[in-house]
Nanobody
Framework: QVQLVESGGGSVQAGGSLRLSCAAS????????MGWFRQAPGKEREGVAT???????SYADSVKGRFTISKDNAKNTLYLQMNSLKPEDTAMYYC????????????????????WGQGTQVTVSS
């Protein structure tokens, strides 16, 4: 059974940084896509960044140059380093995974992911 557990959220002032972590277990697919999504109150869930099993990455335009997604395969942990945070980055952030190879300039739709973590809140104040 696949389990994804996020951590690292919190409150920070604009311009600050946070690093989110997602510990994955029970995941044995050789070809996969893992990523970070976020959902602000009253808004749809949107893709932030994804990483494929070959290490290729995709980012939403709104976070390019500020956020970095990475994965430590030895620890089965996904990370999202968030720098130069803005108030509009405030949202619940979710880790997601599924057995398909993601490619493209932007993250895939959240509908393509069957495994989700419980979420971690990120709040950025101005």
């Amino acid at each position: 059974q696949v389990q994804l557990v996020e951590s690292g959220g919190g409150s920070v002032q604009a311009g600050g940084s946070l690093r989110l972590s997602c510990a994955a277990s029970g995941y044995t697919y050789s070809s996969y896509c893992m990523g970070w999504f976020r959902q602000a109150p009253g808004k749809e869930r949107e893709g932030v960044a994804t990483i494929a099993s070959d290490g290729s990455t995709s980012y939403a335009d709104s976070v390019k140059g500020r956020f970095t997604i990475s994965k430590d395969n030895a620890k089965n942990t996904l990370y999202l380093q968030m720098n130069s945070l803005k108030p509009e980055d405030t949202a619940m952030y979710y880790c997601a995974a599924d057995a398909f190879f993601c490619s493209g300039a932007e993250p895939p739709s959240p509908r393509q992911f069957g495994y989700w973590g419980q979420g971690t809140q990120v709040t950025v104040s101005s």
